[in-house]
C-alpha cells in the first residue's frame, strides 16, 4: 500500500464532507448542470490539472500528467441528481423541492475530487496520466456516451488503458463494504414505446368499434408469457409496463391505448433478441384483432460488464489497502443500469459499489432512488483513497493478469 495515501485521505475527509453537503443541497438533473460544475471547477482550482469543459454538456475532464511516461487510468464520477423530492429530514438536504441526489452521485463527486487531491500530491511519482471524468447526466440521459463523442477517452492524447468507477449504494450492504463480480455487473435497459390505435365508439356497442384497451391489455400480459417462454431463466429479461393510458370515461371506448415499458437484459444475445421478440407480439396481437399498433424499441444503456482480470486487480486493491473483509463478491448481476457500461465496452476496466448505509440495519434501510435514501459521507475518504490507489497501482505496472 503506498504510504500515507489513507491517512492523507482521512485528513481530506472535511473538506470532501464538506463538498459532498454542499452538493447535497444544490441537485441538477440531465446534462446541463452549471451549478454542479462550477463547484466542480473551484474544488480543482489550484491543482496541477489540464482541466475542460464539455461543450453540449456541462462536463469536467481534467488530466493529471505523471513525472514520468506511461499508460493513462481514467477514473470516473458521475454528478447528476434525480426528480425526487427529497424527504430524508437532513440538515443539508435539498434546497430544490423537485429534485434529490438520491443516487448519491454527490459523493462520487466528492470522492473523485478527493482522490485528484490525493493523486496531484503524487504528481512526480506516477508513471502515466490520470483522466478524471466528471459526468452529467448518468440517469438516463447518456451522459457518458455524450463525453466519449466529445473525446473524454483520449483527453490524455493517447487513449485510456483502464477505467474505474465507484458508485455508493444506501441499502443492502453494511457501510464500509465494496462488492462486485466479474462479467456482467449490471443490466442492459431498453424502453418500449407502444401505441395500439382502434376504433372509438359506444361502450354498450363495441361492435360497431375496435377496442384498443382490451388489445392493449393483452399484449401487457402476453410480453409476460414472452419472457417466460422464450428466454433462458439463467440469461434473464425483467419487462415491467410501467405506464398505461387509454380513455376518459367508462361508457365511451377510445380510439387508441399507450403503455410503456422498461426491459432489462444481461447479454448481448439476449438485449438483441429481445427486441423482435416485443415487437412480433404486439404486431400480431393488434393483427389478430384487427387494429394497428405503433410499437418502437429503443435501446439505452448496454450492460456493465467488468474485465475479469481488473475485477481481480481491484479486489487485490481492496483487500490489501482496506483489509481482507472489506470487499464481498456479488452473487448476481444488479438489474439496475448505469452508463459507465459505454466507457466498460471500450476499454478494461471495473466498476465497484461501496455501502453507505446510515444505520447498521441495511436490510431495511431506504434504497437508491428512494426520497428517504441516505448515504453516509463518512466513506468518502475510503472512496477516494480507493480511485487514487487503483490509479497509482496501475500506473506502476500493476497490471491485471
Ligand atoms: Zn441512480
Ligand atoms: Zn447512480
Not at 8 to 37: C, F, M, S, W, Y
Not at 70 to 89: H, N, W
Request: with cysteine; charged share 20%; aromatic share 6%.
Amino acid at each position: 500500500m503506498t504510504t500515507g495515501l489513507r491517512d492523507d485521505a482521512k485528513a481530506l475527509n472535511g473538506d470532501l464532507v464538506a463538498l459532498r453537503r454542499e452538493l447535497h443541497q444544490i441537485p441538477e438533473i440531465g446534462l446541463q448542470l452549471p451549478r454542479t460544475q462550477e463547484r466542480v471547477l473551484a474544488a480543482l482550482d489550484g491543482l496541477p490539472l489540464e482541466v475542460s469543459t464539455g461543450t453540449s454538456v456541462t462536463s469536467v475532464t481534467a488530466v493529471l500528467r505523471g513525472g514520468a511516461p506511461g499508460p493513462v487510468v481514467l477514473l470516473r464520477g458521475d454528478m447528476d441528481g434525480l426528480p425526487v423530492a427529497e424527504g430524508t429530514g437532513l440538515e443539508y438536504a435539498s434546497r430544490h423541492p423537485e429534485a434529490m441526489h438520491a443516487c448519491g452521485h454527490d459523493l462520487h463527486v466528492a470522492g473523485l475530487v478527493g482522490a485528484a487531491r490525493l493523486l496531484c500530491a503524487r504528481r512526480e511519482s506516477l508513471t502515466g496520466d490520470v483522466v478524471f471524468m466528471f459526468q452529467p447526466g448518468e440517469e438516463g440521459w447518456d451522459g457518458a456516451g455524450h463525453m466519449i463523442a466529445e473525446g473524454v477517452l483520449d483527453a490524455a492524447g493517447r487513449p485510456v488503458d483502464a477505467a474505474y468507477g465507484v458508485h455508493v449504494t444506501s441499502s443492502v450492504y453494511p457501510r464500509g463494504r465494496f462488492t462486485s463480480r466479474p462479467g456482467p455487473l449490471m443490466a442492459a435497459s431498453a424502453g418500449v414505446f407502444v401505441r395500439v390505435v382502434g376504433a372509438g365508439g359506444h361502450g354498450a356497442r363495441p361492435q360497431d368499434a375496435r377496442d384498443p384497451i382490451v388489445v392493449a391489455c393483452e399484449m401487457v400480459t402476453a410480453l409476460q408469457t414472452m419472457v417466460t417462454r422464450r428466454f433462458d431463466v439463467f440469461d434473464p429479461v425483467v419487462l415491467t409496463v410501467g405506464s398505461f393510458h387509454a380513455g376518459t370515461r367508462r361508457n365511451v371506448i377510445p380510439d387508441d391505448a399507450t403503455f410503456e415499458a422498461t426491459v432489462r437484459t444481461f447479454s448481448d444475445r439476449t438485449a438483441e433478441k429481445v427486441r423482435g421478440e416485443i415487437l412480433r407480439v404486439c404486431e400480431h396481437i393488434a393483427a389478430a384483432h384487427g387494429l394497428e399498433v405503433d410499437a418502437r424499441f429503443e435501446g439505452e444503456y448496454p450492460s456493465t460488464v467488468n474485465d475479469a482480470g481488473e475485477h481481480d486487480f481491484v479486489v487485490a486493491t481492496v483487500r490489501d489497502v482496506f483489509g481482507e473483509e472489506r470487499f464481498e463478491t456479488m452473487p448476481n448481476p444488479m438489474s439496475g443500469s448505469e452508463d459507465f457500461s459505454r466507457v466498460l465496452q471500450r476499454v478494461p476496466g471495473a466498476f465497484v459499489f461501496l455501502g453507505a448505509c446510515v444505520t447498521d440495519d441495511p436490510a431495511s434501510a431506504a434504497p437508491n432512488h428512494s426520497p428517504r435514501a441516505m448515504f453516509d459521507d463518512s466513506v468518502l475518504a475510503d472512496s477516494a483513497t480507493l480511485l487514487a490507489e487503483l490509479a497509482l497501482r496501475r500506473l506502476k505496472g500493476g497490471s491485471p493478469s
